[in-house]
């Protein structure tokens, strides 16, 4: 395989930002279709029989695969039955009182890598997800929990992260997709990580009666604990250069640009309700020759 050249991977994670910054209708009509557009802009492949680069199969692959340690910036990530299950207890003023949350990515589900993973977390660009008040192709970001860990704070420990970024003032502690978002829990774990059993089986207490506080292992009383538990496939692969189209003229790329377009028509689900959003929801009749099939891109560094 042929790996892509600097230039051309930094337009995969560019031309993502820029249908972020300038298309809120997004590209097609899964979450698949944006990728393919990127891979395009940066003359990448996305499929190739020989190097078992295909999308046919649950497990799809995008390029080589590659660990989790050497993921870059651009490489795309591959859901299969992935779930993240949240628990963020709080003891406060007014009580004992704890959030949960369930994100799942499947049961098939693509992004691309924006911040490269550390400390069981990494940011990726992605769409089709279900947001309220969000169109369903909107690309966006979101931070990934790929490994199951816990983190648990005192009161004077809290105190302590909530006067720096690691805890934005502004917080809203009642949300607790604000709180997974903006809180840096991968900053926090080597300081005040927690054994993962002992916060499951304190996790089960808590859920019972939130009668006594939650204690640490040192008998400090809890203020903050966030469980977190990772299940499911999550693969990784480097895209790779194409030499076909890397070689082709101004001629050939509007060719092989129109060419993928029909291919992600024809190859994109029925979709829900035309009303679904204000760009036309994630019907297929509905849009079959719609803009969003098409797509822009103007480099940032051309």
Known sequence: MAELDVAHRSILTDFAVYQMNSNPAGIGNECTHWIYAALFEARALDHDKALHIAQALPHYTWGKQVDTDKVQRGDIAQFHGFK???????????????????????????????????????????????????????????????????????????????????????????????????????????SYSMDLAAADQLVKKLKHKLSTPAKKANGDDIACLLVVHAEGYLKFSSPQASTARLGMSTAQLADEKAQLIHELVVGGRVGGKPDQDEYGGDNKKKRLYDHRFDWTYRPSNP
């Open 84 to 190: 993240n299950s949240f628990f963020v207890y709080q003891n406060t003023s007014t009580g004992f009182t704890f959030l949960t949350s369930d994100q799942v990515r499947g049961p098939n589900h693509t992004g691309m890598v924006f911040v490269p993973p550390k400390n069981g977390t990494y940011y990726q660009l992605e769409s089709h997800l279900h947001h309220k008040g969000i169109a369903v192709m909107t690309e966006r970001g979101n931070t990934i929990y790929y490994e199951s860990f816990a983190i648990a704070l005192s009161a004077s420990e809290l105190a302590q992260v909530q006067k720096t970024d690691t805890w934005p003032a502004s917080i809203k502690t009642d949300d607790i997709e604000d709180m997974l978002e903006r809180i840096d829990w991968v900053g926090m774990r080597d």
